[in-house]
Structures are given as structure tokens and as C-alpha cells.
């Protein structure tokens, strides 16, 4: 199976290659190629244009069909919509990506935040700056769609907001406040097959984070797989997503972003034996879930060549 992963520069690059190189022949595409592993053969390190750029289905349906690819994995936020709108389309191969209207809700960290509310299920207090007055202080701010940690700051006082928007250069409504929550960070892999039947449930305990995740363990913690049962049960979306959320004390489940897309940690989660390739075959027994700890560590590697 010829398999191609967009946001080939990104952090857990490496480790899909030397997990899975050997079992599915692996591209990577990338907007600047240059940040794709050099370990990677050249003929299978791809340019691609920005998500945002006109050519960009394009160009991108052509790299599939020029490589014969089976499979599509797209890593990246800007990229989701335009492929969800195109899945099971004729002329595209697969695509890992729940279905349009699961990716559209999601990406919008407002209305899933009320979406999550209005199904019942644990969530942060969220407003748009626009209602400023229902929000208690200290708070997180965050773009209302985005990705990664851009944006995502800490504020103590409604002062601070005015000064935030100044230097995001952006408007109200493009922004929402959020309850500040304490407690553990967990990055959740949850997997369902075409007939939304939940297939793995990874939970990811959040050790250092840097923008990206950079220090973590596997934790098959009850409370974080009774909460994904319950929200899958809601939304039930298929293939593979990600739910970033905050363990507390009191053992609360409180998630803050739904990613519809693979995560950096992805390459944790197949690191485990767990193979969302493969999960459409045979017929469900039990969800996976972690039974040994799985650690990832992150270090710098510096490539340095002559011109």
C-alpha cells in the first residue's frame, strides 16, 4: 500500500518512517520539503503548495495519482475541509479523515465547545471575547479556529485582552475565552472503522509540551476511556481524531480542543501495535486500549550539509 502523509516536516515524521517504512511504501509532503527527514529517499519527500493556495486540491489530487497512492493521511489544519469535501470522491484515493460535517464542527472551537455542552458532556466554560463580562479571570485565550499553540495564551485581567487583540492584529469574533483549567494534559488517539464502531482508545499523558508535545507516556486511564465511549456515542464520527483534555484532581474529564486530524503523537499510538490501516478488516472483538506504557521522548537533530 502506497500511503502519503501531508505535513511531512512535522515532529513525529521519524518515528511513522521507521515504525512503518517497512510495511507500506511512505510519502511525505510538505510545503517546505526541506524540513522532511533527510533519512527519507528523496522520491518519496514531496513539495506541496500551502493549503491556502488556490492550486492547492489541485496540485495535491495529482501528486496522488502521478504516485499511484492508496491512501491519503492529512496532517495538517487548513488542509481538512477542502479533503473532507472530497472523500470517497472518484479521482482521489482514500482519505484518514472523519466525514465533512464532524471536521467543519470540530475545527470551530466555539461550536464544538457548545456541541459538547448541549450533548451532555463535560466541558470548559467558553464565550467569545464579544462577551467578555461572563468570563471569570485568569482565563485561556485562543483563536477560534487555529491550530497547534498559536495564539494560545494565558490572561489575567480583562485589561489584558484588549492588549491581546492588538498584537494578534485580529478581531473579537475571531477569538474565544476559555475556563482555565487544572489538572493533568492528555492527548487521546481514538479510532472507529466505517461504521463508526470505536476501534482504539490511546491515551497520551502529557509530560513536557512545547508548542508540541515533547515528553509523554501511553496511560490506560480508565476515566479518559470512559469519557471518549461517551463523546464517541454523541458524534460518532469515523476513522481517526484527537482529543486534547485536562485530567483533575477530583478525576474530571474536561476536554479543550477536538482535532479532527492525526496529532503529533500519532506516532506514539502506532508505536503501540495499533494499525488504523488495517481496522476496517475482520470484524470487531473489543477496543483497543494501551496494556504496557509506551514513553516518547523528543530531542534536537541538526542536519548540516555543504552548499
Known amino acids: ?29 510538505d510545503a517546505y520539503p526541506k524540513s522532511i527527514l533527510p533519512d527519507i529517499p528523496d522520491q518519496r519527500r514531496i513539495a506541496i503548495p500551502m493549503a491556502n493556495d488556490p492550486d492547492f486540491m489541485n496540485r495535491l489530487q495529482g501528486i496522488c495519482n502521478e504516485n499511484e497512492v492508496d491512501l491519503l493521511i492529512p496532517g495538517v489544519d487548513e488542509e481538512l475541509l477542502g479533503l473532507a469535501s472530497v472523500k470517497g ?3 482521489w484515493p482514500d482519505i484518514l479523515l472523519p466525514d465533512k460535517a464532524f471536521v467543519a464542527l470540530m475545527l470551530d ?77 492528555y492527548t487521546v488517539f481514538v479510532a472507529a472503522d466505517a461504521h463508526s464502531r470505536l476501534r482504539a482508545v490511546i491515551p497520551v499523558k502529557v ?32 476513522s481517526v481524531y484527537n482529543i486534547q483534555c485536562m485530567l483533575t484532581d477530583t478525576r474530571d474529564v474536561i476536554p479543550f480542543e477536538i482535532n479532527p486530524r492525526i496529532s503529533t503523537t500519532f506516532c506514539l499510538a502506532i508505536s503501540t501495535g495499533f494499525d488504523p490501516i488495517r481496522m476496517n478488516e475482520g470484524t470487531i472483538t473489543n477496543i483497543f486500549t494501551p496494556q504496557i506504557i509506551y514513553k516518547l521522548q523528543r530531542n534536537w537533530m541538526n542536519t548540516i550539509t555543504k552548499p
Open 1 to 29: 500500500m502506497r500511503i502519503l502523509i501531508t505535513g511531512g516536516g512535522g515532529a513525529g515524521t521519524e518515528a511513522i518512517w521507521r515504525i512503518w517504512h517497512e510495511r507500506y511504501e511512505l510519502y511525505f509532503a
Open 89 to 91: 470522491s472518484r479521482g
Open 109 to 185: 472551537k466555539y461550536s464544538s465547545n457548545k456541541a459538547l455542552v448541549n450533548a451532555g458532556l463535560s466541558a470548559p466554560k467558553t464565550e467569545s471575547i464579544k462577551n467578555i463580562n461572563n468570563v471569570r479571570f485568569p482565563c485561556i485565550v485562543k483563536p477560534r479556529r487555529g491550530r497547534g499553540s498559536r495564539g494560545v495564551m494565558k490572561l489575567d485581567s480583562q485589561e489584558e485582552v484588549s492588549a491581546y487583540l492588538t498584537i494578534q492584529k485580529g478581531k473579537p469574533e475571531d477569538y474565544i475565552l476559555q475556563e482555565l483549567i487544572v489538572g493533568r494534559e
Open 207 to 238: 509530560d513536557l509540551k512545547r508548542g508540541v508535545t515533547i515528553r509523554a507516556e501511553t496511560d490506560n486511564e480508565p476515566a479518559i476511556i470512559d469519557y471518549v465511549k461517551k463523546f464517541h456515542k454523541c458524534f460518532k464520527a469515523t
